[in-house]
């Protein structure tokens, strides 16, 4: 690998693990994680934000994200995109995108699957097993951490990785 590469290759994965701000919280059940969709949706600049979740398969990412749909105004079925990769909802505030990367084999279907332009536009990204399009996605505003605790409570980090993620953060310490 030559020298531009390498310095190219550290300087993404550098900028994928600066970590601006992050809360820690817990969700003792799906009753916790609802309330806190809903103060999330509630959060300026959430619209314009390219969200990660992270976690186990189980862990609750997809309950999370309905939770966080019904909260900004989606009625009806909400289907989970695992097959069909990206599910969008047209909403007053703008567009949502939920895209389930699960199924991915190789980072590079991101680019053929055309998603670079979806991230590119306006309206709020999420995005469940981003790791599975490592290199391809744009650096997350936010990244949700979910891990399953041995009562079934859920240990919930929030880290910010742009000055937008700490804005959204910030609007949930505004609403306590």
């Known amino acids: 690998m030559g020298p531009a590469l390498h310095l190219r290759n550290k300087f993404i994965f550098s900028r994928h693990l600066r970590i601006l701000e992050s809360h820690h919280l817990i969700w003792s059940d799906e009753s916790a994680c609802e309330t ?28 999370f994200v309905r939770h966080l749909l019904r909260a900004l105004g989606v009625e009806g079925r909400i289907k989970s995109p695992s097959y069909a990769v990206l599910e969008s909802y047209e909403l007053a505030q703008g567009l949502v995108s939920h895209f389930d990367f699960y199924r991915f084999e190789d980072p590079r279907e991101w680019e053929d699957a055309g998603f670079r332009e979806v991230f590119t536009s306006p309206g709020l990204k999420l995005s469940e097993w981003p ?19 041995a009562d079934d409570a859920r240990l919930v980090e929030l880290r910010a990785g742009t000055p937008l993620g700490v804005q959204v953060l910030n609007g949930l310490e505004g609403q306590e």
Do not use: N, Y
């Open 131 to 149: 790791e599975k399009a490592a290199g391809v996605l744009p650096v997350a505003d936010v990244q949700i951490w979910i891990t399953t605790r």
């Open 36 to 63: 806190f969709a809903r103060e999330l949706a509630r959060c300026p600049g959430l619209m314009d934000c390219s969200v990660e979740l992270h976690g186990s398969l189980g862990a609750g990412k997809t309950t």
